[in-house]
Protein backbone atom coordinates (compact mmCIF):
# COMPACT_ATOMS: atom_id res chain seq x y z
CA UNK A 1 0.00 0.00 0.00
CA UNK A 2 1.33 3.28 -0.93
CA UNK A 3 1.91 5.98 1.81
CA UNK A 4 2.91 9.73 0.87
CA UNK A 5 4.00 12.10 3.61
CA UNK A 6 2.05 15.41 2.92
CA UNK A 7 3.43 16.91 5.70
CA UNK A 8 6.23 15.71 7.89
CA UNK A 9 9.54 13.33 7.01
CA UNK A 10 9.01 9.55 6.90
CA UNK A 11 12.57 9.10 8.86
CA UNK A 12 11.76 11.51 11.82
CA UNK A 13 7.85 10.95 12.58
CA UNK A 14 6.08 12.95 15.06
CA UNK A 15 4.53 10.34 16.76
CA UNK A 16 1.15 12.27 15.87
CA UNK A 17 -0.35 12.39 12.23
CA UNK A 18 -3.71 12.95 10.40
CA UNK A 19 -3.66 9.89 7.73
CA UNK A 20 -6.56 10.61 4.90
CA UNK A 21 -7.82 9.47 1.86
CA UNK A 22 -10.23 11.02 -0.93
CA UNK A 23 -13.04 9.41 -2.14
CA UNK A 24 -13.02 7.70 -5.04
CA UNK A 25 -15.73 9.02 -7.28
CA UNK A 26 -15.15 12.77 -6.02
CA UNK A 27 -11.53 13.49 -5.66
CA UNK A 28 -12.14 16.68 -3.17
CA UNK A 29 -14.61 14.88 -0.37
CA UNK A 30 -11.97 13.53 1.82
CA UNK A 31 -12.07 11.50 4.83
CA UNK A 32 -9.49 11.36 7.80
CA UNK A 33 -8.34 9.87 11.02
CA UNK A 34 -6.22 10.54 13.42
CA UNK A 35 -2.94 8.13 14.72
CA UNK A 36 -1.03 9.11 18.13
CA UNK A 37 2.15 6.37 18.89
CA UNK A 38 2.29 6.51 22.62
CA UNK A 39 5.84 7.88 24.03
CA UNK A 40 5.86 6.17 27.54
CA UNK A 41 4.45 2.23 28.56
CA UNK A 42 1.12 3.03 30.19
CA UNK A 43 -2.31 1.09 31.31
CA UNK A 44 -4.56 3.36 28.98
CA UNK A 45 -7.52 1.53 31.27
CA UNK A 46 -6.88 3.81 33.80
CA UNK A 47 -7.12 7.25 31.78
CA UNK A 48 -9.28 6.26 28.75
CA UNK A 49 -12.65 6.93 28.76
CA UNK A 50 -14.79 3.51 28.38
CA UNK A 51 -16.18 4.24 25.21
CA UNK A 52 -12.78 4.41 23.49
CA UNK A 53 -11.55 1.82 25.32
CA UNK A 54 -14.53 -0.24 23.63
CA UNK A 55 -13.10 0.55 20.32
CA UNK A 56 -9.81 -0.86 21.05
CA UNK A 57 -11.44 -4.46 20.54
CA UNK A 58 -9.91 -6.92 22.59
CA UNK A 59 -6.20 -5.24 22.44
CA UNK A 60 -4.52 -5.50 26.12
CA UNK A 61 -4.52 -2.02 26.98
CA UNK A 62 -1.02 -2.41 28.65
CA UNK A 63 0.52 -3.69 25.35
CA UNK A 64 -1.14 -1.24 23.34
CA UNK A 65 1.54 1.57 21.52
CA UNK A 66 -0.27 3.20 18.93
CA UNK A 67 -3.62 3.82 17.88
CA UNK A 68 -6.42 5.86 15.41
CA UNK A 69 -9.32 7.01 16.42
CA UNK A 70 -11.46 6.94 14.80
CA UNK A 71 -10.82 3.55 14.22
CA UNK A 72 -12.15 4.34 10.69
CA UNK A 73 -11.52 7.30 8.86
CA UNK A 74 -14.37 10.62 9.04
CA UNK A 75 -15.34 12.92 6.63
CA UNK A 76 -14.07 16.60 7.21
CA UNK A 77 -14.54 19.88 5.46
CA UNK A 78 -11.47 19.62 3.25
CA UNK A 79 -7.96 18.99 2.81
CA UNK A 80 -7.43 22.49 3.54
CA UNK A 81 -8.94 22.37 6.94
CA UNK A 82 -7.36 19.33 7.40
CA UNK A 83 -3.69 20.84 6.63
CA UNK A 84 -4.72 24.14 8.36
CA UNK A 85 -5.21 21.99 12.01
CA UNK A 86 -1.81 20.14 10.98
CA UNK A 87 -0.19 23.47 10.61
CA UNK A 88 -1.28 24.74 14.21
CA UNK A 89 -0.52 21.21 15.79
CA UNK A 90 2.73 20.38 14.63
CA UNK A 91 1.23 16.96 13.09
CA UNK A 92 2.40 14.75 10.20
CA UNK A 93 0.19 14.22 7.51
CA UNK A 94 -0.25 10.72 5.63
CA UNK A 95 -2.22 10.41 2.37
CA UNK A 96 -3.16 6.51 1.94
CA UNK A 97 -4.80 7.27 -1.40
CA UNK A 98 -8.74 6.39 -2.52
CA UNK A 99 -11.50 4.69 -0.84
CA UNK A 100 -14.77 3.96 -1.32
CA UNK A 101 -16.57 5.83 1.92
CA UNK A 102 -19.46 2.70 2.15
CA UNK A 103 -16.07 0.37 2.79
CA UNK A 104 -15.76 1.23 6.44
CA UNK A 105 -14.33 -3.06 6.75
CA UNK A 106 -11.59 -2.15 4.29
CA UNK A 107 -10.45 1.57 5.38
CA UNK A 108 -10.16 0.29 8.81
CA UNK A 109 -7.77 -2.45 7.77
CA UNK A 110 -5.62 0.05 5.40
CA UNK A 111 -5.69 2.53 8.50
CA UNK A 112 -4.44 -0.20 10.78
CA UNK A 113 -1.18 -0.62 8.45
CA UNK A 114 -0.04 2.65 8.09
CA UNK A 115 -0.50 3.04 12.06
CA UNK A 116 1.72 0.08 12.40
CA UNK A 117 4.15 0.85 9.71
CA UNK A 118 3.93 4.43 11.15
CA UNK A 119 4.97 2.94 14.74
CA UNK A 120 7.79 1.38 14.05
CA UNK A 121 9.33 4.26 12.43
CA UNK A 122 8.83 6.25 15.59
CA UNK A 123 10.25 3.25 17.89
CA UNK A 124 13.37 3.12 15.67
CA UNK A 125 13.75 6.92 16.37
CA UNK A 126 13.04 7.16 20.10
CA UNK A 127 14.78 3.99 20.17
CA UNK A 128 18.25 5.18 18.67
CA UNK A 129 17.98 8.49 20.39
CA UNK A 130 18.60 7.29 24.38
CA UNK A 131 21.00 4.70 23.64
CA UNK A 132 23.64 6.99 24.53
CA UNK A 133 21.74 7.46 27.29
CA UNK A 134 19.33 10.74 28.28
CA UNK A 135 20.15 13.97 28.10
CA UNK A 136 18.37 17.25 29.47
CA UNK A 137 16.80 17.99 26.22
CA UNK A 138 15.94 14.05 25.82
CA UNK A 139 13.51 14.56 28.96
CA UNK A 140 12.50 17.94 27.82
CA UNK A 141 11.09 16.16 24.15
CA UNK A 142 9.26 13.30 26.42
CA UNK A 143 7.56 15.52 28.42
CA UNK A 144 6.47 17.59 25.37
CA UNK A 145 5.35 14.30 23.82
CA UNK A 146 3.52 13.06 27.20
CA UNK A 147 1.49 16.30 27.13
CA UNK A 148 0.73 16.24 23.24
CA UNK A 149 -1.16 12.95 23.98
CA UNK A 150 -2.47 14.05 27.18
CA UNK A 151 -4.17 16.81 25.22
CA UNK A 152 -5.43 14.41 22.30
CA UNK A 153 -7.01 11.98 25.16
CA UNK A 154 -8.39 14.80 26.85
CA UNK A 155 -10.04 16.47 23.73
CA UNK A 156 -11.81 12.74 23.35
CA UNK A 157 -13.27 12.44 26.68
CA UNK A 158 -16.54 13.64 28.14
CA UNK A 159 -16.54 16.94 30.12
CA UNK A 160 -17.34 14.53 33.43
CA UNK A 161 -14.08 12.53 32.37
CA UNK A 162 -12.41 15.74 31.92
CA UNK A 163 -13.93 16.54 35.45
CA UNK A 164 -12.49 12.99 36.91
CA UNK A 165 -8.80 13.40 35.68
CA UNK A 166 -9.16 17.15 37.25
CA UNK A 167 -10.26 15.79 40.56
CA UNK A 168 -6.89 13.33 40.64
CA UNK A 169 -4.79 16.37 39.34
CA UNK A 170 -5.92 18.74 41.82
CA UNK A 171 -5.14 15.83 44.36
CA UNK A 172 -1.65 15.61 43.06
CA UNK A 173 -0.71 19.82 42.98
CA UNK A 174 -2.03 19.51 46.51
CA UNK A 175 0.46 16.57 47.27
CA UNK A 176 3.14 18.76 45.66
CA UNK A 177 2.39 21.95 47.38
CA UNK A 178 2.64 19.89 50.43
CA UNK A 179 6.07 18.59 49.74
CA UNK A 180 7.35 21.75 48.09
CA UNK A 181 8.03 20.02 45.15
CA UNK A 182 8.60 22.58 42.39
CA UNK A 183 9.19 20.06 39.47
CA UNK A 184 6.28 18.07 40.50
CA UNK A 185 4.21 21.20 40.68
CA UNK A 186 5.09 22.75 37.34
CA UNK A 187 4.21 19.07 35.54
CA UNK A 188 0.96 19.13 37.44
CA UNK A 189 0.10 22.37 36.62
CA UNK A 190 0.97 21.95 33.13
CA UNK A 191 -1.16 18.92 32.42
CA UNK A 192 -4.21 21.02 34.28
CA UNK A 193 -3.74 23.58 31.71
CA UNK A 194 -3.93 20.86 29.04
CA UNK A 195 -7.87 19.93 31.06
CA UNK A 196 -8.77 23.37 31.51
CA UNK A 197 -7.91 24.06 27.69
CA UNK A 198 -11.14 21.43 26.90
CA UNK A 199 -13.18 22.76 29.02
CA UNK A 200 -15.35 26.41 29.03
CA UNK A 201 -13.82 29.30 30.92
CA UNK A 202 -16.78 29.63 33.30
CA UNK A 203 -14.97 26.67 35.11
CA UNK A 204 -12.25 29.32 36.22
CA UNK A 205 -9.69 26.19 36.59
CA UNK A 206 -6.77 29.16 37.09
CA UNK A 207 -8.74 30.45 40.01
CA UNK A 208 -8.75 26.86 41.20
CA UNK A 209 -4.97 26.11 40.86
CA UNK A 210 -4.64 29.51 42.70
CA UNK A 211 -6.36 28.58 45.60
CA UNK A 212 -4.87 24.91 45.90
CA UNK A 213 -1.41 26.97 46.02
CA UNK A 214 -2.35 29.76 48.20
CA UNK A 215 -1.23 29.50 51.99
CA UNK A 216 -4.46 30.79 53.18
CA UNK A 217 -6.64 29.35 55.93
CA UNK A 218 -9.52 29.46 53.79
CA UNK A 219 -7.70 28.00 50.38
CA UNK A 220 -8.35 24.15 51.14
CA UNK A 221 -12.24 24.97 51.24
CA UNK A 222 -12.14 27.35 48.93
CA UNK A 223 -10.47 24.59 46.24
CA UNK A 224 -13.41 22.01 47.24
CA UNK A 225 -15.62 24.61 46.39
CA UNK A 226 -14.24 25.51 42.89
CA UNK A 227 -14.18 21.98 41.96
CA UNK A 228 -17.54 21.32 43.55
CA UNK A 229 -19.07 24.67 41.39
CA UNK A 230 -17.38 22.98 37.61
CA UNK A 231 -19.15 19.12 38.44
CA UNK A 232 -22.65 21.11 39.46
CA UNK A 233 -22.10 23.10 35.87
CA UNK A 234 -21.34 20.13 33.98
CA UNK A 235 -24.47 18.59 35.50
CA UNK A 236 -26.73 21.86 35.10
CA UNK A 237 -27.67 21.27 38.11
CA UNK A 238 -28.45 24.98 38.63
CA UNK A 239 -29.82 25.26 42.48
CA UNK A 240 -26.89 23.52 43.95
CA UNK A 241 -24.81 26.28 41.69
CA UNK A 242 -26.62 28.85 42.93
CA UNK A 243 -25.21 27.88 46.42
CA UNK A 244 -22.01 26.87 45.80
CA UNK A 245 -21.43 30.40 44.19
CA UNK A 246 -22.85 32.22 47.71
CA UNK A 247 -20.28 30.14 49.58
CA UNK A 248 -17.33 30.90 47.12
CA UNK A 249 -18.24 34.79 47.20
CA UNK A 250 -18.29 34.06 51.26
CA UNK A 251 -14.68 32.62 51.19
CA UNK A 252 -13.33 35.02 48.65
CA UNK A 253 -14.24 37.63 51.20
CA UNK A 254 -13.12 36.54 53.92
CA UNK A 255 -9.62 34.81 52.88
CA UNK A 256 -6.59 36.65 54.40
CA UNK A 257 -8.72 37.52 57.64
CA UNK A 258 -8.68 34.30 59.61
CA UNK A 259 -11.38 31.47 60.48
Not at 12 to 39: C, M, Q
Not at 135 to 153: C, I, M, P
Request: negative net charge.
Amino acid sequence: MSVEYHRGDWVRPKGHAFIYLRNSLDHEDVWATYVVVLPITVDLSKYVPPFLMNQMGEMDAQDLSAFAFPPAPEQVPGYDALEQMAEMRDDDILYIGTHNPSDVTGAMGRVSEVVQAYSEEYTKITGSSTTGGETQGDEADEETGGLAVSDVLYGLMSDSDKLSELSKLIGRLRFAVDGSDDRLISETESEIGLVANHLPQSHNISQLVEAVKSNDSRSAELAEVYLQRSYHLVQEDYAKLTAIEGRIKELESGAGKGD
